[in-house]
Nanobody
Framework: EGELVESGGGLVQPGGSLKLSCTAS????????MIWVRQAPGKGLEWVAR????????TYADAVKGRFTIFRDNANNTVTLQMNSLKTEDTAMYYC????????????????RGQGTQVTVSS
């Protein structure tokens, strides 16, 4: 069915930047919507950004709009989340997820996701 592996998390001060990367394998990467989701302590999964298979269609949650950018490289099966102007409320485990079906996906089924990478924003 495939695998997703995230990297790039860490500790950063408020106002700082981080770049998260996700490498996919085992499925036709360009055929699926890819999604970054996060889970803060004691809260449920929250979608952050998603990008369609070709890379031209992107949507963002209101909480990150204007600060985060999602992009993908289908030649190398990677999807990246560039996070700027980070806030303490961005602290969470970040997961890379794949839509459950080929094509553009706007639902909330994030079961196919990686192990996650921790992002902590603190002074």
């Amino acid at each position: 069915e495939g695998e997703l592996v995230e990297s790039g998390g860490g500790l950063v001060q408020p106002g700082g930047s981080l770049k998260l990367s996700c490498t996919a394998s085992g499925f036709t990467f360009s055929g699926y919507t890819m999604i970054w989701v996060r889970q803060a302590p004691g809260k449920g999964l929250e979608w952050v950004a998603r990008i369609n298979g070709g890379g031209a269609g992107r949507t963002y949650a209101d909480a990150v709009k204007g600060r985060f950018t999602i992009f993908r490289d289908n030649a190398n099966n990677t999807v990246t989340l560039q996070m700027n102007s980070l806030k303490t409320e961005d602290t969470a485990m970040y997961y890379c997820a794949r839509g459950p079906i080929p094509g553009w996906y706007v639902g909330t089924d994030f079961r196919f996701r990686g192990q996650g990478t921790q992002v902590t924003v603190s002074s």
